[in-house]
């Protein structure tokens, strides 16, 4: 069981627009920087969003990250087929003194 | 142009150690966090440990606290996961990728992973 709670799965048409949730609590989303990793099939993880909505050098503005209190959200707007994959949620949890990661979403484009 | 490069995977039994190395090149090791993070077969993303800047400070996971230990060799610009006592639950691809901070604000590079398997 992952301290952070994704949804397993999500799904949308090209062009439409989805959002994953990431739901924790005060002792890491609520008061750390949360980032999100897409991770395309057999390849590594790479960084979408950091500091809870800044993005990377080269990641498309379709790409967004917001944070409300303990819960985070990546949008992703203009869905391609090319953004098939499973996407994370990541943050530091004090309580722990660890990284945590949410479980995972599957995005499928149909 | 930042690189990573995980070596060291294989196969061991349970119960032996085994060392991971990731070689860094394109930026100054001692400026940054690095993380080590694994991944089970058909599972999710699973946060390991993090050793910072300046190497001051380690943080492992509750899963392999006690038995697992990161260092880093700045001359050489490689970090280190030393893995003892494994368990057949350590099964994973692991990477090592770097921070924008111990935290887990971004982990902006990642390498391409190397796989461990523990098996009798």
């Known amino acids: 069981q992952s301290v952070l709670t994704q949804p397993p799965s999500v799904s949308a048409a090209p062009g439409q627009t989805v959002t994953i949730s990431c739901s924790g609590s005060?002792?890491?989303?609520?008061?750390?920087?949360v980032s999100w990793y897409q991770q395309l099939p057999g390849t590594a993880p790479k960084l979408l969003i950091y500091?809870?909505?800044k993005r990377p050098s080269g990641i498309p503005d379709r790409f967004s990250g917001s944070k409300s209190v303990t819960s985070a959200t990546l949008g992703i707007t203009g869905l391609q087929t090319g953004d098939e994959a499973d996407y994370y949620c990541?943050?530091?949890?004090?309580?722990?003194?660890?990284?945590?990661f949410g479980g995972g979403t599957k995005l499928t484009v149909l | 142009q930042v690189h990573l490069v995980e070596s060291g995977g294989g196969v061991v039994q349970p119960g032996r150690s085994l060392s991971l190395s990731c070689a860094g090149s394109?930026?100054?090791?001692?400026?940054?966090?690095m993380h080590w993070v694994r991944q089970a077969p058909g599972k999710g993303l699973e946060w390991m440990a993090v050793?910072?800047?300046?190497?001051?400070?380690?943080y492992y996971a509750d899963s392999v606290k006690g038995r697992f230990s990161i260092s880093r060799d700045i001359s050489k610009n490689t970090l280190f996961l030393q893995m003892n006592s494994l368990r057949d639950e350590d099964t994973a691809m692991y990477y090592c990728?770097?921070?924008?901070?111990?935290?887990?604000?971004?982990?902006?590079?990642w390498g391409q992973g190397t796989l461990v398997t523990v098996s009798s």
């Open positions: 990728a770097r921070g924008i901070a111990y935290t887990v604000r971004g982990l902006d590079y």
């Open positions: 394109g930026f100054t090791f001692s400026n940054y966090a």
């Open positions: 050793l910072s800047y300046d190497g001051s400070k380690t």
């Open positions: 005060s002792s890491n989303i609520g008061n750390n920087y």
């Open positions: 500091d809870d909505n």
């Open positions: 990541g943050t530091w949890d004090g309580s722990l003194s660890a990284g945590v």
